[in-house]
């Protein structure tokens, strides 16, 4: 089904623009999604698209146009719209011309798949940082992440921007650090905790038959003594210049990779 827009103060427009806030986010349980990649990854990985909106003017590309095409073909709802409605929503300086309203997805720990390895964040606060580690994840071949105490949310848009399209291929749930801990002890999972006074190394570790998870504190606080404490293993990266820390998304990194191998 295709629709056309063209102003701004359209409800379906005034919606899109609505979910750059998490409190209509968490409201509706959609988020906007922006791009070609990133609409085609959600599109692929089987996610429920809710809206779909293409501005001729601005999509360029002929594999967006077909993509375009393609979800028209699914029944998803398509508006054709404006410039100036699609940029009254559009984050992105000159965007792409292509978005979509997408249902979130909400998994709880006990229907977590089967993992190897996965990371868990202690109240990170930016959602770059979530959707950059959701990438090394996905890049290490690694299995999916774990969001504690809160922190940014994981639907906004710079998460979904920065995750490059793997938010919809790797698995990623939400909980309190006392559920998680809870969980982790339950299952017999390995947890390898990080902090920059641990004594051990990464190259000290290594991963073993158990499924293990790799966790990290907020880029302010680190890990607490209540969180090390039901750490299995706490390594640390040296710091050998004058910064005492690095980037929660690049420590993360550096640690998925060092343990994968």
Known sequence: MREFISSPSNS????????????????????LVEGILHVGEAAEAG?????????????????????????????IRCAQVSEAAFESFAEKENPQGIAALVRQKRLALDDFPPF?????????????NI????????AV???????????????QPACVRASMGTIFWK?????????????????????????????????????????TILLLGSEQKGLSPEQLAICDNLITLPMR???????????????LYGLKG
């Open 12 to 31: 379906l427009i005034k919606q899109a623009r609505a979910l750059r806030q998490k409190k209509a986010r968490d409201e509706s349980g959609l988020f």
């Open 47 to 75: 996610w429920s698209i809710e809206n779909l909106f293409y501005c001729p003017e601005r999509l360029r590309s002929e594999f967006g146009r077909e993509l375009v095409e393609r979800l028209i073909i699914k029944n």
């Open 116 to 128: 190897a390895l996965i990371v868990a964040l202690v109240a990170p606060q930016d959602p770059g």
């Open 131 to 138: 959707g950059s580690i959701l990438r090394s994840i996905d």
């Open 141 to 155: 071949g690694a299995d999916g992440l774990l969001l504690l105490e809160g922190g940014a949310d994981p639907y």
């Open 171 to 211: 698995p990623f749930a939400q909980a309190s650090f006392s559920t998680f801990a809870a969980w982790a002890k339950a299952g017999g999972f390995r947890v390898i905790g990080t902090s920059a006074h641990a004594t051990a190394r990464l190259s000290d570790v290594r991963l073993d038959e158990k499924p």
């Open 241 to 255: 210049g004058q910064a005492s820390s690095l980037n929660l998304a690049v420590a993360a990194g550096i640690f």
